[in-house]
């Protein structure tokens, strides 16, 4: 547990980083959602905003009053335990509140805590300071990913960051990492904040493997598109073939086909590919097709957490070939915060090691992120086995 003192810091640190995200956007940009699965701008802001005041606020702070009685059902996402919401796919239609308002109420907020902070300390006050922060963390990644979905579904394709990098390089020479067949604990097991899914820590016996060093990159992967992969039905599973024909799909998201030459939209525009960086933008069943393409597979997430220590990563969410489940002994929180991680354990593949994406201070080995086979929004990539 980080002491008060710091983790109050650690909160207004959060907080401001969450709209400087915001700082290029034009006010118009706040409240598109192009898709269900993109949130618009506006909504991360005062959803982030009305966790701290739901479950901080409104039980611990004396006569704490209701920045606005309707913001719960505005903000909240999926949480049964609080109360009605406005359905997810309807979030782009909330032209009310305005921009003004929702940054209003996040300043009403974030004093509140102050406030709150200054008066009371204790472990549980603490405990749930910092899950807020890391679920403010967690939509810091989701504000840069639905607004590059945002802008990059715009015909203009604007620019959204001269600054902000997503789409590093992979220079480093590729190599095969042999790890040796043996029994491995997987799991949090230090002090340091982790979410419920991480705990449990367990052994497992791992077969002998082999891990790449290197992520997937650009060109390799172009490899795969000009030999005709995304025509081959015998690479995909077929729940994934029939999404590749049900939607065309015939490359990463983002990619575009521009005179014979492919670009793909970034943070800097539309870009001609760079054949070095990683590959992303790619969903679970186009890394299987892949993977079986070039006579590999995918690591699993606990082959993946055994050998982390021994190749970079933090570029790309890696899928795993581990269906996201809850550890031995996995124990839900009571309550509304019991909704966070253990309703989701089903259809759903792991992903490991963070992205560009991913905010400082917020990611670790165990860190086990979660998605459906099919999306392609995060910046997801692959790290190929054998």
């Known amino acids: 547990?980080?002491?008060t003192d710091s983790l109050l810091d650690f909160f207004l640190e959060t907080r401001k980083h969450t709209e400087t995200l915001c700082e290029p956007l034009e006010i118009e940009d706040y409240v598109v959602q192009p898709v269900v699965d993109v949130s618009?701008?506006?909504w991360h802001l005062g959803h982030?905003?009305?966790f701290f005041e739901e479950f901080i606020l409104k039980p611990h702070l004396q006569?704490?009053?209701l920045f606005d009685d309707d913001f719960s059902f505005v903000f909240n996402s999926y949480y049964e335990t609080v109360g009605k919401r406005v359905i997810r796919s309807d979030r782009g239609n909330l032209s009310r509140p305005s921009v003004k308002k929702v940054y209003e109420y996040r300043t009403y907020v974030t004093e509140g805590i102050k406030k709150l902070f200054s008066e009371a300390q204790n472990d549980e006050l603490n405990s749930l300071l910092e899950i807020g922060i890391h679920h403010e963390k967690q939509h810091q990644e989701l504000l840069l990913t639905d607004i590059k979905y945002i802008l990059g579904n715009n015909p203009l394709l604007p620019i959204y960051s001269d600054?902000?990098?997503?789409?590093p390089v992979e220079t480093h020479q590729q190599d095969w990492i042999s790890m040796e067949e043996g029994i491995y604990e997987i799991?949090?097991?230090?002090?340091?904040f982790c979410y419920d899914n991480e705990l449990g820590r367990h052994k497992v016996y791992l077969q002998p493997y082999h891990i790449s060093n290197k992520l997937v990159t650009n060109s390799e992967y172009l490899?795969?598109?000009?030999a005709g992969g995304y025509q081959r039905f015998d690479l995909w599973h077929a729940e994934g073939w029939d999404w590749v024909n049900q939607n065309q799909i015939s490359a990463p998201f983002y990619w575009h086909n521009v005179d014979e030459k492919w670009h793909h939209y970034t943070s800097h525009g539309l870009k001609k590919i760079d054949p070095y960086a990683s590959i992303t933008h790619i969903s679970y069943f186009e890394a299987f097709a892949y993977a079986q393409w070039k006579g590999y597979r995918i690591p699993t997430e606990f082959e993946w957490e055994a050998a982390q220590a021994f190749f970079p990563w933090g570029k790309r969410w890696e899928w795993t070939e581990s269906a996201y489940l809850p550890y031995p002994n996995y124990q839900k929180a009571d309550g509304a915060l019991g909704e966070y991680n253990g309703k989701f354990m089903v259809n759903q593949k792991v992903l490991r090691g963070g992205s560009v994406a991913t905010p400082e201070k917020h990611t670790r080995p165990t860190y086990r992120n979660f998605f459906h086979p099919h999306l392609r929004w995060q910046f997801t990539g692959l790290r190929l086995a054998k």
Request: glycine content about 4%; hydrophobic content about 25%; overall charge negative.
């Open 223 to 226: 490899e795969f598109i000009e």
């Open 163 to 167: 600054t902000f990098q997503d789409h």
């Open 1 to 3: 547990m980080i002491l």
């Open 40 to 42: 618009p701008p506006k």
């Open 63 to 65: 006569n704490y009053q």
């Open 187 to 192: 799991g949090h097991d230090s002090s340091e």
């Open 48 to 50: 982030t905003t009305w």
